[in-house]
């Protein structure tokens, strides 16, 4: 069993299944400021005003379908998710590829995938308390992020990349609508309980949790 490569797997597989999509709604740039290109920042502006306004429509219409089948079913160009599609895009691969031992970490704020043979991951955890860990072998796939680390230092990689984005005059869109930078965002995120329920067990094979998941 090798949770390193089986995360990287999974990232590497969602990211593919993004490339050139109109990607995220949430993640998108300021007007004004930053290091990006102008042309960049309106590029990725644009495309994010055109996934807010597919996203919404795809969740509903869903009702009972799979979200992983409505995003198959789709134009690669006009894909769009936010975290927890790209998160059921990474967990259906790992799914189908008989991938043992996924956790989902889950809240509103955010979501992503973890691997590790341990039941001391159960219940709710803040990023800060992820370094508790440091002596496991758990991985994450947080592919909305682009990360692939021990999940020991998800929190520090994390704050190094929405500082990145910050720099560059990324900003996130919240729950309520408004959006703030990338930096500001993060600092929330490590704040809150994040619930860690588990998707496939040591053969690979969904949990009840992990069907209701997907189909939510």
Known sequence: MNEMTNAQLMLTYTRNFFKGSLKTSNKTFSRYLGTALPSRRQRRINASDRAAALIPRLRHRRDNIDTVLLLHSMNPNERAGNCKEYTC????????????????????????????????????????????????????????????????????????????????????????????????????????????????????????????FLSS
Not at 89 to 113: E, R, Y
Not at 115 to 139: C, H, S, V
Not at 194 to 210: H, I, R, V
């Open 89 to 212: 895009i990474a967990l259906k691969f790992g799914i189908d590829t008989k991938i043992p031992n996924i956790w989902l970490v889950n809240h509103d704020l955010h979501a992503f995938l973890v691997l590790a043979n341990e039941p001391r991951l159960q219940g709710k955890l803040t990023l800060n308390e992820f370094e508790q860990f440091k002596n496991d072998e758990f991985w994450v796939c947080d592919a909305w992020f682009n990360i692939h680390c021990r999940l020991d230092m998800y929190a520090p990689m994390v704050t190094l990349q929405s500082n990145y984005w910050s720099l560059e005059g990324k900003e996130i869109y919240t729950t309520d609508d408004t959006h703030v930078p990338a930096s500001q965002w993060c600092q929330r995120l490590r704040m809150i309980e994040l619930e860690c329920s588990k998707m496939t067990d040591s053969a690979g094979m969904p949990t009840d949790d992990c069907s209701d």
